[in-house]
T-cell receptor, first 114, second 113 residues
Framework: ETGVTQSPTHLIKTRGQQVTLRCSSQ?????VSWYQQALGQGPQFIFQ???????GRGNFPPRFSGLQFPNYSSELNVNALELDDSALYLC?????????????FGPGTRLTVL | AQSVTQLDSQVPVFEEAPVELRCNYS??????LFWYVQYPNQGLQLLLK??????LVKGINGFEAEFNKSQTSFHLRKPSVHISDTAEYFC???????????FGSGTRLQVQP
């Protein structure tokens, strides 16, 4: 148990739709990152939020966006879904108290785009 | 930019045998190194991390890894594996602890009785 929860567990959408995935971090974790893990691959960094502002982004288009809230929860929004967006989406949270603080991962949301 | 190569996509091994999972990285700056484990239908759990100091790092569940700067490697080892170690293992790097993790493609460890 990492104290990081994600909802929903599974989700099925059709191409062109929009989706919102949610993450609840541990209390005190002011940094949250989102990763996309396609089947058979390692996670890829989407973006990171620190104190409610995006402060790092991977090679993902603008239709991937996020929000972070003061209550340690966050969202990943994906617009205009494409078939290749089918993947496990992981959020990870950590503190900002020192370098190399451990990132704690949630169990993920598995998104299927038909 | 950093990159991680995990040389073996699958490693079958018998129970109680030793195992080594290989990881090589590439980076133009100093990095921190991590090994994560992913059990079926679960998220990632940190096994161990190298930040600085001793190049031999001990982690949870009896795993250890050795950082070799000259060979840019961070191989994971366990002297005696159990059935419960069957999982996907990911090596990851970050340019600093505050930055994103770059993961390898993973190694599936299959422990057979």
């Amino acid at each position: 148990e990492t104290g990081v929860t994600q909802s929903p567990t599974h989700l099925i959408k059709t191409r062109g739709q929009q989706v919102t995935l949610r993450c609840s971090s541990q209390s005190g974790h002011n940094t949250v990152s989102w990763y996309q893990q396609a089947l058979g691959q390692g996670p890829q960094f989407i973006f990171q939020y620190y104190r409610e502002e995006e402060n790092g982004r991977g090679n993902f288009p603008p239709r991937f966006s996020g929000l972070q809230f003061p209550n340690y929860s966050s969202e990943l929004n994906v617009n205009a879904l494409e078939l290749d967006d089918s993947a496990l989406y992981l959020c990870a949270s950590r503190t900002d108290r020192g370098y190399a603080d451990t990132q704690y991962f949630g169990p993920g949301t598995r998104l299927t785009v038909l | 930019a950093q990159s991680v190569t995990q040389l073996d996509s699958q490693v079958p091994v018998f129970e109680e045998a030793p195992v080594e999972l290989r990881c090589n990285y590439s980076s133009s700056v100093s990095v921190y190194l991590f090994w994560y484990v992913q059990y079926p239908n679960q998220g990632l759990q940190l096994l161990l991390k190298y930040l600085s100091g001793s190049t031999l790092v001990k982690g949870i569940n009896g795993f250890e890894a050795e950082f070799n700067k000259s060979q840019t490697s961070f191989h994971l080892r366990k002297p005696s594996v159990h059935i419960s170690d069957t999982a996907e293992y990911f090596c990851a790097v970050s340019a600093s602890g505050r930055r994103a993790l770059t993961f390898g493609s993973g190694t599936r460890l299959q422990v057979q009785p």
